[in-house]
């Protein structure tokens, strides 16, 4: 599956007719309207990419999707660039993604500015003091909404796969915590150790059966 | 400009080595307070901002490239956040497509995912620790979280409600 729609990207062929300013439009339109965090930009690309232009099926979106899960950095610039690159090559991923992050990062910083002269003013400080305990009040939801689906594919992997899982959120939490030790590390060593678990777990559980 | 550079490098290194568009938050913030670039007050408010402007979340860290380097700042960030998803191309047209299905590619993904979300949270209670655990400050906070877990709000009122209710109580 994964190689027919790689066949299919490397030909190039939906929205073969769309002029570079109309793509380009097309996702500078979402990049602007899309207030509301990740989840309205997500629901807005699909929108747009799977049901009014038809640059690829529902299936696509969702396997593309699941594939920008573990690229680097923020998911749906990998999912515009892989969308991009299926309508018109490396020149689609370039306009749909510049499209895409011209208008958002140019309100950002607008508000950002906008924000730095106004800062000490006393009502803006007392909003603030009301706005950042609600940041890091959905903060916490975030930090759970990523814990449970890696929860709950640990928990299909057997009593000793959410052990793992559950002594490494600990002692990832503990240590940042308690000690200085980097970051970087932390998520490293956590992710080798789950990986070397994983590899000593799923053989096993397939000769069981 | 060896200083943009720096935060230039800070802001791609944790692009790289994460996920998401909050992921590169636990980095970052040692990254910068190590340097006293930047504050935990400055944090929540760029995290404040990626809340309210249009596009990923994940464009908070804009807002924090503007207060430390201010536009040149915002500018290389953008750049650096930019630059790793492009590797989902490589993923897609090789590397997936052999590897994604090996058990010591998904167990290191979600190693990697739990430990982002543990230090996420001891990032979190340490802009909490600032800002004070007092009653009013935790009652926002599980009112922020009880919205945002109802789904049907959307973010940017749930950060005006909280304004409102700094400017009545603060």
């Known amino acids: ?209 | 400009m060896s200083h943009h550079l720096e935060l230039f490098w800070i802001m791609l290194r944790a692009a790289l080595f994460s996920t998401t568009g909050t992921g590169n938050l636990p980095i970052v913030h040692q990254d910068l307070l190590s340097r006293g670039w930047a504050t935990d007050r400055q944090f929540a408010e760029s995290l404040a901002i990626g809340q309210i402007s249009p596009g990923p979340t994940g464009l908070w860290v804009i807002s924090l490239g503007y207060f430390v380097g201010g536009l040149r700042g915002a500018a290389l960030t953008l750049v650096a956040i930019t630059l790793p998803p492009l590797l989902v191309l490589v993923l897609v047209h090789g590397l997936y497509r052999r590897w994604g299905h090996r058990p010591v590619i998904q167990g290191f993904v979600r190693g990697l995912g739990l430990a982002v979300a543990g230090v996420f949270v001891i990032v979190l209670s340490g802009i909490m620790n600032t800002a004070g655990w007092n009653p009013a400050n935790l009652m926002i906070a599980v009112g922020g979280i009880v919205l945002g877990a109802m789904r049907r709000v959307p973010v940017l009122v749930v950060l005006v409600l909280a304004a409102i209710v700094g400017i009545a109580l603060f």
Request: charged share 15%.
């Open chain 1, 1 to 209: 599956m994964v190689e027919d729609s790689q066949a299919r990207s490397e030909q190039p062929t939906v929205g073969g007719r769309m002029s570079p300013w109309r793509l380009f439009w097309i996702w500078m339109a979402i990049g602007g309207q899309s207030f509301g965090g990740g989840s309205a930009t997500l629901y807005l690309i699909r929108r747009e990419a799977v049901e009014r232009h038809g640059w690829l099926t529902d299936d696509d979106f969702t396997r593309y999707w699941g594939i920008c899960q573990i690229a680097p950095g923020i998911n749906i610039l990998g999912l515009v660039a892989l969308i991009g690159w299926r309508i018109a090559g490396a020149a689609g991923a370039l306009l749909s993604l510049s499209g895409l992050l011209l208008p958002s990062a140019a309100i950002t910083v607008g508000l950002t500015s906008i924000y730095a002269g106004i800062r000490d003013e006393p009502i803006v400080r007392s909003a603030l003091a009301g706005v950042v305990p609600a940041t890091v009040g959905l903060g916490f939801l975030l930090a759970f909404t990523m814990v449970r689906p890696l929860l709950n594919s640990a928990r299909r992997d057997g009593r000793a796969g959410t052990f793992v899982a559950v002594v490494l959120l600990l002692m990832s939490t503990t240590l940042a915590a308690l000690t200085r030790i980097p970051v970087l590390a932390i998520l490293w060593g956590a992710g080798a150790l789950s990986a070397m678990a994983q590899w000593q777990l799923v053989p096993r559980q397939r000769l069981k059966r």
